[in-house]
């Protein structure tokens, strides 16, 4: 219950943060094309900074088996919601938008500064599992599906990824014990501490055009957020709780608590993106994206207090 509370208490204050970002779109200090430009500040230097932080642990066999909980975790909560997605898509006629925004969520600038609130700075480090399993996803898989076959994955956009080689350079720090110069580290550590505000003064600014009212009359998001909110979040907590009591981790209930927290955030920033560079509705998965960001306030601190209760 404590950390559930923590966590509602958390997404409260970025939710603040946001409502700043609503005003300054709304009273046009800013623009909403603004946000742009701060989204690529988050995605490809905040995070990273904040990716190679975690790093800076001493290595254990411990966490080198903790890790890989971690990864085998991300990797089947992505295919759960895959599969999930794939089975929906038939009967509930999902286009390429509604599938993604089922699958893929916000896993990185959302969920990095709600882990280091709620469960401190040394647990940020098995974040970068899921988001090195869904960074290579969204670049094969996603693109795939929202180009609709047009691109079949893109090697070059994995490499070249900040956060994936914020990730290689982060495990080899991590398996050789060096440690980053401390004015260096001093500047890491104040860019990774933005991420949270700066993240939510985002969403803030991306809904701050938008007729609120509009958002909430359309059917289809609510159908979606459902299921990228509650039914695939709430199967994950019980598979993870049953890993849990299984004990084959000393630290088992917090890893995959924080996979859990991953895999139950709102729909993924890149769908919009990746809509929009091929020419896709990209209004629509806008919609649907920030009717998933308010509705998360409430259905991730339930899904973290059922995961609890079970564990």
Known sequence: MRLSILLAAQIGVLFLVAFIGLLIVKYEILREDDSKVISWLVAYVLSPCVIVKSFQIDFTAEKLKGLGLAVAAAVAAQILFAIGGRLLSGPLHLTPIERASVIYSNCGNLIVPLVSYV?????????????????????????????????????KHIILNPNIIAII???????????????????????????????????????????????????????????????????????????????????????????????????AVMVTQITQI?????????????????????????????YERLC
Not at 232 to 251: E, K, Q, S
Not at 281 to 306: E, G, K, W
């Open 278 to 306: 091929y020419d896709g509705d990209a209004r629509y998965a806008s919609v649907i994206n920030v009717m998933s960001v308010i509705f998360c306030i409430i259905s991730m601190p339930l899904v973290v207090l059922l």
């Open 169 to 267: 350079v982060g495990l080899i720090l991590f398996f050789t014990g060096i440690r980053i110069p401390d004015a260096l580290e001093s500047s890491i550590d104040g860019f990774g501490g933005a991420i949270g505000p700066v993240s939510m003064l985002v969403v803030g600014m991306l809904i701050g055009n938008m007729d609120l009212k509009w958002v909430l009359t359309r059917k289809r998001p609510y159908l979606i957020s459902a299921f990228r909110l509650v039914v695939f979040p709430v199967i994950t907590a019980v598979l993870f709780a049953f890993v849990v009591r299984m004990g084959i981790h000393p630290d088992a209930r917090y890893i995959l608590l924080v996979s859990l927290l991953a895999a139950s955030a709102p729909v």
């Open 119 to 155: 469960l401190g700075e040394d647990w940020v480090f098995y974040t970068c599992a899921y988001m090195m399993v869904s960074t290579v996803l969204t670049w094969t898989h996603m693109q795939s599906l929202l180009s609709r076959g047009r691109e079949n994955g893109n090697l």
